[in-house]
């Protein structure tokens, strides 16, 4: 009974693959939230004042502000999401790590980072009880 069986490659494959999404989900959302942070609009308002920051004037004089884009979401809020689906441990990680930098930057995706966290401690919890209860079994 020794050596990889056909399960233990499908289970392989299958880890594997959600690693490999997952890195994927993750670049493309930081080039997106790139994007976002670069890209700001130019707005003109009629002298009203706290509406982002003064670059310039018009033509007539009117002055023209530049609005900043919101941030973006949390790429690691997004990798807990997914991993707290297929995996327990990497939601936690991922959904812990998210928690802290969304704190600190103010970025969207605590949601999805609490939903990543609460999924991988469910996780966490199926797996310990199955190993309780197979012990149990056999001692």
């Given at each position: 009974?020794g050596?990889?069986?056909?399960?233990?490659?499908?289970?392989?494959?299958?880890?594997v693959?959600v690693?490999?999404?997952?890195?994927?989900?993750?670049?493309?959302?930081?080039?997106?939230?790139?994007?976002?942070?670069?890209?700001t609009?130019?707005?003109?308002?009629?002298?009203?004042?706290?509406?982002?920051?003064?670059?310039?004037?018009?033509?007539?004089?009117?002055?023209?502000?530049?609005?900043?884009?919101?941030?973006?979401?949390?790429?690691?809020?997004?990798?807990?999401?997914v991993?707290?689906i297929?995996?327990?441990?990497?939601?936690?990680?991922?959904?812990?790590?998210?928690?802290?930098?969304?704190?600190r930057?103010g970025?969207?995706?605590?949601?999805?980072?609490?939903?990543?966290?609460?999924?991988?401690?469910?996780?966490?919890?199926?797996?310990?009880?199955?190993?309780?209860?197979?012990?149990?079994?056999?001692?």
């Open positions: 009974m050596g990889l069986q056909g399960w233990h490659l499908v289970m392989l494959l299958t880890f693959t690693i490999a999404v997952v890195v994927v989900i993750a670049v493309v959302l930081a080039s997106n939230s790139k994007a976002a942070q670069q890209h609009s130019m707005i003109r308002t009629n002298g009203l004042q706290g509406s982002g920051t003064q670059v310039g004037y018009t033509m007539n004089g009117q002055p023209i502000y530049q609005q900043s884009a919101p941030p973006g979401t949390n790429v690691f809020a997004v990798m807990a999401l991993l707290g297929f995996t327990g441990l990497f939601g936690i990680i991922f959904g812990h790590i998210a928690l802290s930098q969304i704190k930057t970025e969207r995706g605590s949601g999805m980072a609490l939903t990543g966290l609460i999924l991988g401690y469910v996780w966490l919890a199926f797996w310990a009880l199955t190993a309780v209860g197979l012990v149990a079994r056999f001692a």
